[in-house]
């Protein structure tokens, strides 16, 4: 382990959280908001942490797997502690396990909360609480790399431990260079998401506010109802269409960009993607038309919003659909487990996973019918080698561990079954909203500390799939050896 190499890249990373500050303290000034002294205070705390693991000499630069996994893991829990600072010092969340917990879903794009009465808080500390969706959704690790090429090429180690997917590869040959296409799409993408929002009638605050929820997707929002507060249709097409959008992976954005219209399609998870989206929406449809609208319109309408709000695990809420019936609910709770594309900025296990382990399952019948045959797990065109089929089975295996684990520990709360695996489930797969007293029209203020803090961690393990916060934990995991 090279930990001069790992502290001094954590110093970097707390240095790029002390600048993201800075927006936020604008916000303070120009409402004339007593916050701005409490986000001066954190950025100082944060550059007299940062400096001096910034001036950290380096003997070997050679950046291997394990150093890209402890920064990314050591990283993004500072991050989650210095951010909680302004909610602690304005006085807005008296508990700091709050706290903590509040900027942990932020940054993990998760959008659970345990504000009963958002309205009512500061516009600055709002803000804050929302562009971290937006500094989380792409990665900040992602983000260092685009301004902080420093790190040489070894930053792919970063990428490999932060970026959601099978196999984070990069667009062109420096991962500098790679960070900063990926953001340059990010950003285009919220400034016509902040723009149409606010043709449709939504104030500006709150047009970006919304954005950063969308194309992060996490799914704060300014207001105690969530999207639905506005009960406008346009509002609502136009944040379903970007939800869409952020949960698809970037990369195709870029092939598009470079000519190729058609590199989506040809895409098998996109396809795959599609196609659980396209049957979610038809199920629940027909279900809440026969059940609780009566209007297919309706119906369709948010049975739309709400199924590519949980599969981008974005959260955003439309109606309460904790009063639809059990079918559509089931169907929610499940693909809350299947998530967005790789290399999005959405959670869950993974588009790709998912549909590997379908193909796997089809394989392994096909072999118990023909024995002696030989058969490859393909995606598209390419076969899917040994290696890669048994990470992801791993990675299976160790979700529902840690899934199991979180239910276990929130049991504790002697809550309802619902509230109970929901809340495990929604923030393992970065999602907010589940059901029960966590669900579409409540909040996780009513849990213990014990169970903020356990679905703290949840939410970043699940931001950062699994590995890197379990490696933590493994004592061979901090020998000097390098691998």
Not at 76 to 102: K, V
Request: hydrophobic share 50%.
């Amino acid at each position: 382990m090279n930990l001069r190499l790992v502290f001094k890249s954590i110093g970097l990373l707390l240095i790029c959280e002390a600048i993201a500050l800075i927006p936020s303290l604008v916000v303070a000034l120009i409402y004339k908001e007593h916050n701005a002294l409490v986000f001066f205070d954190t950025i100082g705390i944060l550059f007299c942490v940062a400096v001096p693991l910034c001036m950290i000499t380096i003997r070997n630069k050679n950046m291997y797997a394990r150093d890209g996994y402890a920064i990314v893991a050591l990283g993004w829990i500072f991050m989650s502690l210095f951010g909680a600072l302004p909610f602690y010092f304005s006085g807005t969340i008296p508990s700091f396990i709050d706290c903590f917990f509040e900027t942990s879903s932020g940054f993990t794009t998760t959008g659970a909360s345990i504000l009963t009465n958002i309205e009512a808080m500061p516009k600055s500390i709002l803000f804050w609480r929302s562009f971290t969706h937006w500094i989380g959704g792409m990665g900040v690790i992602v983000l260092t790399l685009a301004i902080l090429p420093s790190l040489g090429a070894r930053g792919i180690q970063m990428m490999k431990a932060e970026s959601p997917g099978l196999n984070p590869g990069k667009l062109v040959p420096k991962v500098g260079e790679t960070a900063k296409i990926l953001y340059g799409i990010y950003v285009i993408i919220t400034i016509v998401e902040v723009s149409l929002l606010v043709l449709a009638g939504m104030p500006l605050f709150d047009s970006f506010i919304h954005t950063f929820g969308t194309v992060g997707t996490g799914g704060f929002s300014s207001m105690n109802a969530s999207v639905g507060a506005y009960n406008n249709v346009a509002i609502e097409l136009i944040i379903t269409v970007f939800m869409f959008l952020s949960g698809v992976n970037f990369t195709l954005y870029y092939y598009m960009l470079k000519g190729n219209l058609t590199s989506p399609f040809k895409d098998a998870e996109f396809k795959f993607y599609l196609g659980t989206i396209a049957a979610a929406i038809l199920f629940i449809t027909l279900d809440i038309n026969a059940n609780t609208f009566h209007n297919i319109w309706e119906s369709l309408r948010h049975s739309s919003f709400q199924v590519v709000s949980i599969i981008t695990t974005t959260g955003y809420v439309s109606t309460d659909f904790e009063k639809w019936s059990m079918f559509s609910k089931i169907i929610l709770f499940m693909i809350m487990f299947i998530g967005a594309c790789s290399g999005s900025t959405g959670g869950g296990m993974k588009s790709i996973r998912i549909l590997v382990l379908f193909k796997v399952m089809k394989r392994e019948l096909l072999q118990i019918i023909h024995p002696r045959a030989v058969y490859s797990v393909r995606i598209g065109k390419k076969a899917v080698d040994e290696k890669t089929l048994s990470e992801v089975l791993g990675f299976f295996f160790m979700y529902i561990i840690v899934f199991i684990a979180g239910v276990l520990i929130v049991s504790l709360d002697n809550m309802d079954w619902g509230t109970t695996i929901s809340s495990v489930a929604a923030t393992l797969s970065n999602i907010g909203p589940g059901f029960g007293v966590v669900g579409a029209v409540g909040n996780y203020s009513t849990l213990s500390d014990v169970s903020k803090v356990t679905l703290s961690l949840i939410m970043i393990i699940g931001r950062l799939e699994v590995y890197p916060i379990l490696l933590l934990s493994m004592p061979s995991f901090w020998k000097r050896v390098n691998i």
